[in-house]
């Protein structure tokens, strides 16, 4: 109850400043890459949901904006070891902040940062759940960048985000996370 102030304070804030504000979901399809003594293991794509807000900010060129958004996504990965199957679905509230460049009114390619902080870790191994939050660096920064198509009364996009950060704790390990994200973007204005 004490961060709705906030919450409100914020959205109220990025829409005072938006010239486009909107919503937007669709399909995270997440990998997990975990290193460790010049091992690398790669795990199969988990299919999970992204949703939030958008809001696009002219500049001093007509044809940039900054977009910053506020996201909500599952991300993670499903690994297969000998005949164990186990799932990992990490909740991230994430931060992009990216700036889209128009090189016509109907289609954007944008690029920038995105700060995700996470809300909970949860493992299942062999049909056994596990939440392992505070073994995971809370903190993931990324690379982020795809394009949007604009189809009339929304946006189609596709974005690649590149996980930057280690989020393992261990100091012998290393685990990022990679993720393919196809949406829908609505605007309101």
């Not at 660096?137 to 974005?159: P, Q, W, Y």
């Amino acid at each position: 109850m004490k961060k709705l102030p906030l919450i409100l304070f914020t959205i109220t804030s990025f829409y005072s400043f938006s010239q486009t504000m909107g919503v937007k979901g669709g399909l995270n399809l997440g990998k997990e890459r975990a290193t460790s003594s010049g091992i690398s293991i790669t795990s199969q794509s988990l299919a999970s949901f992204m949703a939030g807000i958008y809001g696009e900010v002219a500049t001093a060129n007509e044809n940039l904006f900054f977009a910053p958004e506020l996201i909500f996504s599952i991300d993670g990965g499903k690994f297969e070891f000998f005949g164990t199957n186990a799932t990992d679905k990490l909740s991230y509230l994430s931060a992009p902040l990216l700036m889209k460049f128009y090189p016509s009114d109907k289609f954007n390619i944008h690029g920038g940062l995105q700060l995700g902080v996470l809300l909970k870790a949860v493992g299942e191994v062999d049909g056994e759940t596990i939440e392992y939050t505070d073994e995971v660096n809370r903190i993931n920064i990324s690379a982020a960048f795809g394009a949007e198509f604009d189809l009339g009364a929304a946006n189609l996009g596709a974005r690649y985000v590149l996980g930057l950060s280690d989020l393992s704790q261990e100091d012998e390990g290393n685990l990022t996370l990679n993720t393919i994200q196809i949406y829908l973007a609505i605007p309101f204005n």
